[in-house]
């Protein structure tokens, strides 16, 4: 079975965080120079399904946040089991323009601050 990852480097920490639309976030510490977040992802994806490292290989995206991981020895039907508990996250972009939107009211609102001084 295929998996879609969509890869967070250098991070406080080694976690599969939860479903951001059709792929699975994945954040790891360690930085993205000479495989080193790679093996993360690799460990850290093992880890959460409960398979050996033996079992996970990067398909495609090795130097890229987007990776597709072939998951060997689970279908997909026992992948998503296993990742069941993870929570579903909004898209990126609706979360950035979400901060984004926040970040123009407050503009807004320091504007009219100096105005009325």
Do not use: F, Y
Not at 23 to 30: E, F, P, Q, R
Request: aromatic share 0%; with cysteine; charged share 35%.
């Amino acid at each position: 079975m295929r998996l879609s990852l969509t890869v967070v480097t250098k991070s406080s920490r080694n976690a599969v965080v939860g479903w951001v639309g059709d792929s699975v976030k994945v954040c790891v510490t360690a930085p993205p120079e000479r495989g080193k977040a790679n093996a993360a992802v690799i460990d850290t994806l093992a880890r959460a399904l409960g398979v050996s490292r033996d079992d996970l290989r990067i398909v495609s995206g090795k130097e890229s946040g987007r990776k597709i991981v072939d998951v060997g020895g689970l279908d997909e039907r026992e992948v998503k089991e296993r990742l069941a508990g993870l929570p579903a996250r909004a898209s990126v972009l609706s979360l950035s323009t979400q901060s984004k939107d926040r970040h123009d009211a407050g503009q807004g609102e320091r504007r009219l601050r100096r105005r009325r001084r």
